[in-house]
Nanobody
Framework: QVQLVESGGGLVQAGGSLRLSCAASGSFFSINTMRWYRQAPGKQRESVATISRGGSTNYADSVKGRFTISRDNAKNTVYLQMNSLKPGDAAVFYC??????????????WGKGTQVTVSS
């Protein structure tokens, strides 16, 4: 079974920065696409950023130019560098990964989330 553990959340003032990490552990062959989602209270979960195994990235319009997604395949870890944070960015951030098992089955894996709070 695959476990994803996020870290790096916390409280930051508006305009500040945080770097989230999500490390995968367990038994698997490879990790394909990695994603960050967020969910604010009373709102639906939304996609923030995506990175393919080859490094191609996509971002939500609301975070373009402020957030950067990256990955270290050797460490099975995905990162989200968040700069110029706004109060509207506050949410629980989740990592989501397409994890390929040795059998070939691709598992849709989720972390438990890390809270990001932005004070004005």
């Amino acid at each position: 079974q695959v476990q994803l553990v996020e870290s790096g959340g916390g409280l930051v003032q508006a305009g500040g920065s945080l770097r989230l990490s999500c490390a995968a552990s367990g038994s698997f062959f490879s990790i394909n696409t990695m994603r960050w989602y967020r969910q604010a209270p009373g709102k639906q979960r939304e996609s923030v950023a995506t990175i393919s195994r080859g490094g191609s990235t996509n971002y939500a319009d609301s975070v373009k130019g402020r957030f950067t997604i990256s990955r270290d395949n050797a460490k099975n870890t995905v990162y989200l560098q968040m700069n110029s944070l706004k109060p509207g960015d506050a949410a629980v951030f989740y990592c989501n990964e397409d994890v390929q098992r040795i059998s070939g089955h691709v598992e849709d894996a989720w972390g438990k989330g890390t809270q990001v709070t932005v004070s004005s």
